[in-house]
C-alpha cells in the first residue's frame, strides 16, 4: 500500500490550502484515514481523521472549525481541506491509514499501518 500527499505549500495567515492523498495497492474504501503534522522541534501530532464510510469525522481541538476532513472512495483520495491558517499551522502534514482490525484510538499514532511520506505546509504571518 502507497500513499502519496500533495498539495502543500506557502500560503499566508488567514489563506487556505486543500491536501490530498491517493492511496493505491490496498482497498482505500475499507481504512480509517487520518492526517498527522510535525512542526519544528516538535513532537508527530494528531490533526483529523476519518471514517471508512466518510460518516464518522475527528478532530484536534486547534483546527476545528477550520480544518475539515473528506474523502472520495471511488477516486481513494482523502483530503484535508485547511481554511484560517495560522502561522503555528507550519508542518509536514503526513496522511495515514489503517485496516479495520487496526486497535487504538484514531488520534494515535502508532494505530496507523500506512503512511505518506509528507507535505510541507508553511504559513507565513
Known amino acids: 500500500v502507497q500513499l502519496q500527499a500533495s498539495g502543500g505549500g506557502l500560503a499566508q495567515a488567514g489563506g487556505s490550502l486543500r491536501l490530498s492523498c491517493v492511496v493505491s495497492?490496498?482497498?482505500?474504501?475499507?481504512?480509517?484515514m487520518a492526517w498527522f503534522r510535525q512542526g519544528p522541534r516538535k513532537e508527530r501530532e494528531f490533526v483529523s481523521a476519518?471514517?471508512?464510510?466518510?460518516?464518522?469525522?475527528d478532530y484536534e481541538d486547534s483546527v476545528k472549525g477550520r480544518f475539515t476532513i473528506s474523502r472520495n472512495n471511488a477516486k481513494n483520495t482523502v483530503y484535508l481541506q485547511m481554511d484560517g491558517l495560522k502561522p503555528e499551522d507550519t508542518a509536514t502534514y503526513y496522511c495515514?491509514?489503517?485496516?479495520?482490525?487496526?486497535?487504538?484510538?484514531?488520534?494515535?499514532?502508532?494505530?496507523?499501518?500506512?503512511w505518506g511520506q509528507g507535505t510541507q505546509v508553511t504559513v507565513s504571518s
Open positions: 476519518i471514517g471508512w464510510s466518510g460518516g464518522r469525522t
Open positions: 495497492g490496498g482497498t482505500f474504501s475499507t481504512y480509517s
Open positions: 495515514a491509514g489503517r485496516e479495520l482490525m487496526d486497535i487504538g484510538g484514531t488520534s494515535y499514532a502508532g494505530s496507523y499501518r500506512y
